[in-house]
């Protein structure tokens, strides 16, 4: 499989997990079991057409904006302030669900704070706010050293949240990107990834917060069952339960909607876990109804060229 077909894969299997979790997000498990999210639908929780996408695409569109001219922090702040207070990246032309540390540090930003150090630092600050939006920036470090890849996402987190866990949570999802890539292999891309995170995060000040991860670094994450997996927007339980779905399920379709379908959290669990199945399965195995059906599917097409063409010209330059 190509470099594009997977880079592609990933941005719009990332807008779709987001649309397919919208119009339930904040519904319980026992509702989903009850009434399975199968296909595209829409209204219910957000009251909003079928195919719309949440703040996770905007963020993660604004995200990959600013990287098109290479990666800087206080560009990719201001990138979120055109999506917040500029009405940039928005499926409908208004915002209809924001996270309260995500606002706060945007706001920040917008009055003249430095985007590198707006996020909040507190322990009660990891919601799933900055992994939502990490894939791209996963995606133009593909290639880098585990070290680099590291810091960017830690960089890129802090914008927003910046305690260790969510800036670790977003190191290893670029860290996982990186090796689905390489190896097209979930399972061997995950060995990988844990034994470069295990081994970068032991050497720093950050080991204390390694015990945070255990459940994905135990080996093998697929055998937990269901109602070990958490679905909340604590950003652990998005990103265990991402994983979770991604060893769990054999298709694109079928990761995604295992991930709709915990619960909770439904838009970002299935924003996060559609990234890491594009990834995986590529562009062309995503369901065509639900390719097309996601709102300003024009509009996404041309910017996701735009921004892979971009990275297959920096791996040349």
Known sequence: MTFSERVLGALWGSVVGDALGVPVEFTSRADRKHDPVTSMRGFGTWNQPEGTWSDDTSLML?????LLEGFDAERMGQAFVGWLHGGNWRPHGRVFDVGMTTHQAID????????ATAGSTLESSNGNGS???????????????VDEIC?????ASAITHGHAWSRM????ACLLTKHLIQSGDKFSALAATNQDFTSHYAATSEAQHLGKFSMLLQDPLSIYPDHMIESSGFVLHTLTASVWCLLRETTFAATVLQA???????????????????????????PAD???GVARHDDLAAFFQKFTASLLEDATA
């Open 62 to 66: 604004a995200s990959a904006e600013s």
């Open 108 to 115: 920040a930003i917008y009055f003249g704070g430095a985007a």
């Open 131 to 145: 992994l939502l939006r990490i894939l791209p920036v996963g995606l133009a470090f593909a290639d880098a050293e």
């Open 151 to 155: 810091q960017a996402a830690e960089t």
């Open 169 to 172: 949570a977003c190191a290893y």
């Open 260 to 286: 709709v379908n915990l619960g909770d959290d439904t838009d970002t669990t299935g924003c996060v876990a559609g990234g890491f199945a594009g990834l995986l399965y590529g562009q062309s195995e995503i």
């Open 290 to 292: 639900w390719f097309a």
